[in-house]
């Protein structure tokens, strides 16, 4: 059996992540390490997870390319459904975020909108598809 179970955010500050999408999307700390370089969110079945910059370049030897604010974000985002995505983008802003992409609806019916987090991930808020 194969499922897939969380994705991982390298972010600078890990408990100020996990403040940002815990205040702004309800959800709950389910995690986090004494050190407060890795933590988990309770969002369902697919966790959100944090973890310092230092602690992912301690396992990824390689390298990897980092979240800059002067840089366009990365092409993948994370989403956020709900029924209100007007309030829900006032609240990301409220929180710190930055609005990307402005409220527009889909010629198949969904309301979407685009936030990039304070860590400059980029954040689909939107409404069930029609």
């Given at each position: 059996?194969i ?7 390298y972010v600078?500050?890990?408990e100020?992540?996990?403040n ?5 999307f309800d ?14 969110l309770?969002t369902?079945?697919t966790?959100?997870a ?5 602690l992912?370049?301690?396992n990824i030897k ?8 002067s840089?366009?974000?990365f ?6 459904v709900t029924d ?9 802003i409220?929180?710190?975020a ?5 409220i527009?609806?889909?010629p198949?019916g969904?309301?979407?909108a685009y936030?990039k987090?304070p ?6 808020i939107?409404?069930?598809i029609?």
């Open positions: 059996m499922k897939f179970k969380y994705v991982i955010l600078e500050d890990v100020k992540s996990m940002f999408y815990k205040n702004t959800t709950e700390i389910r995690f986090i390490t004494p050190e407060k370089d890795y933590g988990e309770s369902g079945e966790g959100l944090f973890a310092s910059v230092q992912a370049g301690s390689k390298g990897f390319l980092t979240s800059k604010t840089e366009k974000p092409g993948i985002e994370l989403g956020f209100d995505v007007e309030g829900l983008v006032k609240k990301a409220d929180n710190g930055v609005l990307y992409e402005d527009a609806v889909k198949w969904q309301t979407t936030i987090d860590d400059h991930y980029l954040v689909e939107c409404t069930e029609q």
